[in-house]
Structures are given as structure tokens and as C-alpha cells.
């Protein structure tokens, strides 16, 4: 069964350090991976899919198949960065998301 | 365009009742996706209908059912309800299924007393 895994609960930083979000995945076949947030009193939203290979506010994320990892990382944290982040796979031909428990991201100033 | 909307937006139910929940999507989106947000579990994906039809279901028991139109509106149902069934429902929408942006919307809260 796919599973997705993020082992941070809450990751609290302050504004100018570096991010890293961990994201790890169980499943056997080549998954898409996507990052969705959730800012304070708004919807959640895509931030960014593996497969676009894009930066989207800095963070970008990149899919290690041999860690089954799909970390989202940002190299300098922003106060409006602070929100709750969710992982989610997507198996081959299922057109269901299963989503991570989430981290919530506490930027200080 | 206009967002995805969900009503109710609260809902309060006691054991044993039944509720339905509505779904509008984006228009011209054809897929419409539910998940039930818990504190402990997290986002849980309960089924998606696209054109009408259930491509995929989660793992639920059968009190949990949904529908699709044809003007891709979409319910869901919750029969027999339990304390437990007490959630966020989110429903979203997208062109064509998973692996497409996902549009949510904001959600309805359900309270079992």
C-alpha cells in the first residue's frame, strides 16, 4: 500500500535560516510527488509536483527514488513561509492522493 | 473563475442521523475528490468521481457514499453517523483526476454529538 510519511510534526526556524521539510514515501512503483499548503485562514493549495521540476517561492523539491524521499527545501525562510505543509503521492493510474499528516512551519522573526 | 464551494458550511448532527454534503467545482472540471480532515489522521482520501463515474474509494466503511452529476456537482453522504465521523470534509476539484492540480474547497465541518 502507498504511504506517505513526514516525521516533523512542527519545524520552527527563524526568518533568513535555511528549510527542509521531509517527505519520505512507500510505494513500489514510480510515484508522482506533490507539495500542498495551507496558509493561515486560506485553502490548501499546490505549492509545487515533482515532475514540473520548478522553483514556486524559492522552495524546490527534488525526488530521490533510491531515499524515497521527496524533501522541499528553501535556502533563506521567510516570515509569510510560516503555514502547514502537506506531502502526497499519487500511485500509477489510481487517481486518488494519499497526504502526509503535514509539518507545520513556524518562521520568527 | 469562481473557486470550488462546499455547503454547508457547518453542519451539528446527532448519533445515528444521516447528512449529505454538496460540492460545486470549478466549471469545466470534470474530476471531484473527497477526504476527511481529522486532527490524529490527518487528510484521508474517500473516493473520486469523475463524468459521473467512482474511479477510486478509500478505505471507509459503506456509510460513506457519494454521487457525481452530470453538471459535475457532487454529495457526499454519511449514514448512521458515529461520534468518530465528527471532521473537516474537503471536497477539490481538477480537470482530469489526481495528478492534476488539485482545487479545494474550504471545507465543511461536521460536529456528531
Known amino acids: 500500500a502507498q504511504r506517505v510519511t513526514q516525521p516533523e510534526k512542527l519545524l520552527s526556524v527563524f526568518k533568513g535560516a535555511p528549510v527542509e521539510l521531509k517527505c519520505n514515501y512507500s510505494?513500489?512503483?514510480?510515484?508522482?510527488l506533490f507539495w500542498y499548503v495551507q496558509y493561515s485562514r486560506q485553502r490548501l493549495q499546490l505549492l509545487l509536483r515533482?515532475?514540473s521540476r520548478e522553483s514556486i517561492k524559492g522552495f524546490t523539491a527534488d525526488l530521490n527514488k533510491g531515499e524515497t524521499s521527496f524533501h522541499l527545501k528553501k535556502p533563506f525562510a521567510q516570515e509569510e513561509d510560516s503555514a502547514m505543509y502537506y506531502c502526497?503521492?499519487?500511485?500509477?493510474?489510481?487517481?486518488?492522493?494519499?497526504f502526509g499528516t503535514g509539518t507545520r512551519l513556524q518562521v520568527f522573526p | 473563475k469562481a473557486g470550488v464551494t462546499q455547503t454547508p458550511r457547518y453542519l451539528i448532527k446527532t448519533r445515528g442521523q444521516q447528512v449529505t454534503l454538496s460540492c460545486s467545482p470549478i466549471?469545466?472540471?470534470?474530476?471531484v475528490s473527497w477526504y476527511q480532515q481529522t486532527p490524529g489522521q490527518g487528510l484521508q482520501f474517500l473516493f473520486e468521481?469523475?463524468?459521473?463515474?467512482?474511479?477510486n474509494k478509500g478505505n471507509f466503511p459503506g456509510r460513506f457514499s457519494g454521487r457525481q452529476f452530470s453538471n459535475s456537482r457532487s454529495e457526499m453522504n454519511v449514514s448512521t453517523l458515529e461520534l468518530g465521523d465528527s471532521a473537516l470534509y474537503l471536497c477539490?476539484?481538477?480537470?482530469?483526476?489526481?495528478?492534476?492540480?488539485?482545487?479545494f474547497g474550504p471545507g465543511t465541518r461536521l460536529t456528531v454529538l
Open positions: 477539490a476539484s481538477s480537470f482530469g483526476g489526481a495528478v492534476d492540480t488539485q482545487y
Open positions: 510505494y513500489s512503483g514510480s510515484p508522482e
Open positions: 515533482h515532475i
Open positions: 502526497a503521492l499519487s500511485a500509477y493510474n489510481t487517481d486518488k492522493l494519499i
Open positions: 466549471s469545466g472540471h470534470r474530476s
Open positions: 468521481y469523475f463524468s459521473e463515474t467512482q474511479r
